[in-house]
């Protein structure tokens, strides 16, 4: 994706509503995409990952959605805690390439008690 | 079983000098990758060794970075001379040989300032 510079995409929900990230991808032969959830301090954490000849792939309270049409995998979390604030990223990776990700520009989630 | 460890966590150097970052994978794990987040944009490869071999070095910005993995086990991502766009966050990441389908495990990162 393209960088849209410094301010992440935030999103902000209340405690125990649903929250829906979204993530464009960039490349339509990319065949295999990850989230991952980085809290303040820490590394990214593998969540859940999806493979193309899925569209949706379920969890413990997370659930994945990938639309290969529009290039488009959203990442929804039920009954949001305060302990899911962090930055989420999507990551990509395409077959008969390197095994390198790509990762999209993260988007900020705070959750409000 | 211990993470993947990375050290130090933060590095304040001035321009011009250098730094060394290493990186304890975990054990058994033959991929090691490093990462890096540059002033909260998005988070880009750098390289991926398997074993001590460089496997993919694409992402690698210029011949200022150079990354080492001697023997196999830990890894070392050294920038000389540092710039002041070198800031920013670098992960290391490991897995084991399942090849690009298996999970990969991040260290908290190394924070670089360069001033």
């Known amino acids: 994706g393209e960088n849209v510079g410094l301010h992440l995409p935030t999103l902000s929900v209340q405690e125990g509503d649903n929250s829906i990230i979204n993530c464009a991808y960039s490349n339509s032969a990319s065949d295999y995409f990850i989230w991952y959830k980085q809290e303040s301090g820490k590394g990214p954490q593998f969540i859940i990952d999806?493979?193309?000849?899925?569209d949706k792939r379920q969890g413990q309270r997370v659930t994945v959605l990938l639309n290969k049409t529009v290039k488009h995998l959203s990442l929804q979390i039920a009954a949001t805690q305060p302990g899911d604030s962090a930055v989420y990223f999507c990551a990509e990776n395409t077959k008969g390439g390197s095994e390198k990700l790509v990762f999209g520009k993260g988007t900020k989630l705070t959750v409000n008690p | 079983e211990a993470g993947v460890t990375q050290f130090p966590s933060h590095s304040v150097i001035e321009k011009g000098q250098t730094v060394t970052l290493r990186c304890d994978p975990i054990s058994g794990h033959d991929n090691l990758y490093w990462y890096r987040r540059v002033m909260g944009k998005e988070i880009k490869f750098l390289l991926h060794f398997v074993k001590e071999s460089k496997q993919d070095e694409s992402g690698m910005p210029n011949n200022r970075f150079l990354a080492e993995r001697t023997g196999g086990t830990y890894s070392t991502l050294k920038v000389q001379p540092a710039e002041l766009e070198d800031s920013g966050v670098y992960f290391c990441?490991?897995?084991?040989?399942?090849?690009?389908?298996?999970?990969?495990?991040f260290g908290e990162g190394s924070r670089l300032t360069v001033l």
């Open positions: 990441a490991s897995s084991h040989g399942e090849g690009r389908f298996g999970e990969l495990f």
């Open positions: 999806i493979r193309s000849n899925m």
